[in-house]
């Protein structure tokens, strides 16, 4: 019994059944050791891949001046911002705002740089369901190509204090 | 109590009971449910605030009582509970008084008082930073104290555990191997050492941070090494849980392990390799480079997967073979639709069994892949998961075995038998529904931690497929549900321990 000691000489050797099922598992975890690298590779959708360090204070220096230069309007307060193709684009997460609201083009492959210059902030693309931890003091580089046409918005998803619910972004897809 | 070594024989097993380590299960194990019920009725209030057809407290109410059923639940119920296991499994089991009691007091009262700190600061308000407490967002430094006080005391229950297990082996109080029970809670205190250092190791500097000593705490070293510690500790309630199924499935039906090497061979798989894959929480982070994240989370985590993989077919085959023996050898199945579903250790068993391998561990390995970890991270279905591993995984695996030790260590009846024989059903089917909900919400995108998936409050308006709003529902029901059996546990087990008919000496009944 599980709660007694076992008899004396209990290194018995594996049933069949029992190898059987090992090998079954083991295999399955093989097969999903391989598949992990194996998407990175061939897939084309990962996470950040060159993670680089960025002090919040110059982080805010080059997004203020990445909205300076492609600002294009103003929505309720917020710039709106239409950088040229290809372009780095610069997404700041602040309590409790995305800054700014981005105009982007089908199809071009923009070089994202998201960081905050505050808390901890979470990145969720809507309705597309894409998420990334946003870290101050990290600049979260990714490339992206927008496939499809239309308003997306950008949710927080992590706790960043009482007004976490209210801080939602918009990126304009034509 | 001089030395603690009054006993007394237990009339079913045979089992040297100890004084002084019954009083320890005891407190402890009382702690832990009144920890639940705080836990629990934060679930509800929580669950109903996520619900917008509710929409129950204020969004400043609302992320304080979040950070404290985090805490309550997954903290002090589950640590609590497993302190006391942890008392169970070495001296219970080997016979052999316990380590050091008043030391083992001590550790108690450290734990209750770090415990009762953190509670303070949350409900005041003074620490609504979720569980995870992520840099730099700040809570009042004796929030980081309270924390700081538990991990040292259940690190010292640790040691007490160790301890009875160096005196068992030189009083000589068993032959031969330890139990099979007694290995895996060793291989929990183990991985629970590790944990517990990396606890202190980002959680003192925190301290000093939030009291203004230190300045450069980087919050993505504090994400890293908090999730050595925050995963760790999901790894203590994995191999806990597991140990817990083997003890069920012997007061149940009087199971024993198939194979003693193959069922010991997957407790060391954890111990070596469950804490390593704690970066799967780091997938979507800017900070460590693809290859770490890919080498800690596919090679490291899958052989803990094949240590689950391989329990999960030794818990059914040991009850299966036990079964058989019984008599119960018609067809494939009759061995387990005549296993005792009317007794709660079994459905209990169970379902913890089918919820963590089918429910938890199939999502965790999913959103545990690099890719589809930008698909959950920080959504509902994230919740969802958990809650299948340590809710319905180890949270019901330990209500199942309360109902055993009340008559068999407290030596109380219990009240309420036919509630304690419905409550696994209720629970389960409650954390089924909650999984599923959360699940199907989250991947919708519905975020975690949110107090208003409509977001009316937004400057710029959005609002999410209706489709979210049936999965919430969904949750919703199971919330209430799950409330419902965990409202007749607490019910059960306390009126039981309290005011159920003691039991005389010799008088071997169980249920
Ligand atoms: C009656 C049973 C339970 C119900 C109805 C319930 C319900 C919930 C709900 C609605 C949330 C909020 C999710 C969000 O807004 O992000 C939540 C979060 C959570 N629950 Fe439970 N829960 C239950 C039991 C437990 C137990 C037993 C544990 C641990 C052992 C647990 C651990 C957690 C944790 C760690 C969180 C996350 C807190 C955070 O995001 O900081 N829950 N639960
Ligand atoms: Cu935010
Ligand atoms: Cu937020």
Redesign the interface.
Known sequence: ????????Y???P??K??KL??TI??L???V??I???L??VI?T????????KIRPQDYRTVSEAFIEKYKVGE??G?PIVEPPDGADVYLRAQAW?WTP?LKLKKGVNYKFH??ST???H?F?L??L?????????????LNMTPTSAGTF?I????????G???????IIVS | MANGSEFRTCPITGKKVFASTQNLIWINAVTAVVFILIGGIMAFLVGMTRWPAVHLLSADLFYRFLTAHGLNMLVFWIVFFEIAGLYFGSSVLLNSRLAAPKVAWLAYILMLVGAVLVDVMVFTGKATVMFSSYVPLQADPLYYLGIILFAVGALIGCGIFFGTLAIAKAEKTYEGSVPLVTFGLAAAAIIAVFTLACGAIIYIPTLLWSLGLITNLDPAVYRLIFWGFGHSSQQINVTAMVSVWYLLAVLTVGAKPVNEKICRFAFLLYILFIDLASEHHLLTDPTLSPYHKMANTSYFMYLAVLASMIHALAIPMTVEVAQRKKGYTKGLFEWLTKAPWGEPGFPAMIFSLFIFGFIGGITGVVYGTEQLSIKSHNTWALTGHFHGTVVGGTTLAFMGLTYYVIPLIFRRELIGKKLATLQPYIFAIGVILITLGMGGAGTLGSPRRHWDITFADAVIPFSFDPAVLFFTTIAAIGVITAVVGGAMYVGVSVLSVFFGRKMAPNEAKML
């Open positions: 019994m599980a709660i007694t000691s076992p008899e004396k209990w290194w018995k594996a049933d059944e029992e099922w090992i598992a083991l399955w975890c093989l999903l050791t598949m992990m690298p998407m990175h897939g959708q990962n996470p950040s891949v060159n993670p680089m929505e309720k917020i705002i609201i998201i960081s505050d808390l901890m979470g969720s809507m309705p369901n894409m998420n990334f931890q946003i870290v101050p003091g990290h600049d979260n580089i918005h949710i927080c998803n992590e706790f960043c204090g009482i976490h619910h209210t801080m939602i972004g918009k």
